[in-house]
């Protein structure tokens, strides 16, 4: 029996050698590699955001009511500031004009809802970059425009050297923000006690830490300093060197409109890159005109046609620049050395500066 299975085993291999008819079956033949053709062109998706603003002939940009060195308004009812800086770098990127913004004050309690009215194009209004607001409300965070992290501000005289010591102590603190969160976090992990003094926003802050109605006011640490500036008396007041959290702050937008996400991304990007390439408002039309480094080429649309990728004209990013300026002209006139803050760039250096920071952009290729 078992030389009658093995023959059978045998005839079965002979026969799957064979196509139809006894034949040998033909060796596969694999097709030769065809080479790549040209790749398609892209065409920008439309922008309900892009095209409501065009059509409107403005951008409307949501920021905060009063915030020394973020925004502002000047002696002549002007807005400026750092946040104010990037809605007029997107009105430039989008309109070829910086100054076609309208601008909506917008208190922290208020700031989503009225994005999510559409209300706003962009929130531009030193907001934190958190998972809840990413995943489960709707927006959009484009890029980081300022690194930051919450701090406390005391008295000078109480001579204190961290947040550890304020245990028992009145804190000051705005309500509906990330700070009362982080606040009550901090304290609990570390079984410390202290008693909130809940407001409604930064001002009314300040002014009940002024009047000694709390002991520390606590906040973004660049808040602090911009509360600080405006205070009677700034030098008896220090920022203690406690931080307690991480506080990735920039512009945000509703989640429906990808291509929208993706200028204001690049538009802040831009500002980035123009930085790292050593070129700002005033030398950008030279470069234009001259520059043989191809980074610069493409970023001031001299080379490639990246703009129509978003709909966007091709000197996009020349117009925000020479508008408005690199980062680190936004940054130094607002908040930096020309400023009455004085901040250092700290996190928010460059990535390849003498003291590297955090600030990175993709790019343009």
Known sequence: MWKRLAAAVGSMFVLAGCGEGGEPAPTPVTPAAKAPGPAPAYKAKPSPTLAAIRARGHLNCGVHPGLSGFAFRDDRGTWRGFDVDICRAVAAATLGDAKAVRYSAITAQDRFSALQAGQLDILSRNTS??????ASLGWDFPA??????????VPKALSLSSADELTGARICVQAGTASEANLADYFRARALKYT????ASEADARNAYQAEKCD???????????ARSVMNSPSAHVILPTVISKEPLGPVVRQDDPVWTDIVR??????????EYGIDSKTAPEALKTSTDV???RLLGAQGAFGPMLG?????????IVQVGA????FARNVGPDSSLRLERGHNALWNAAQPGLMYAPPIR
């Open 129 to 134: 970059w958190t998972f809840a607001r990413d």
């Open 312 to 320: 966007l004209p091709e000197d996009w990013a020349y117009q925000a």
């Open 295 to 297: 980074r610069i080429r």
């Open 327 to 330: 980062y680190d002209e936004v």
């Open 216 to 226: 520390a006011f606590t906040a973004d640490v660049a808040a602090l300093a911009s």
């Open 144 to 153: 980081i425009t300022y690194y930051d992290g919450q701090g406390f501000m």
């Open 266 to 275: 690049w538009t802040v990007y831009a500002l980035v890159l123009a930085e």
């Open 196 to 199: 909130p003094v809940v407001v």
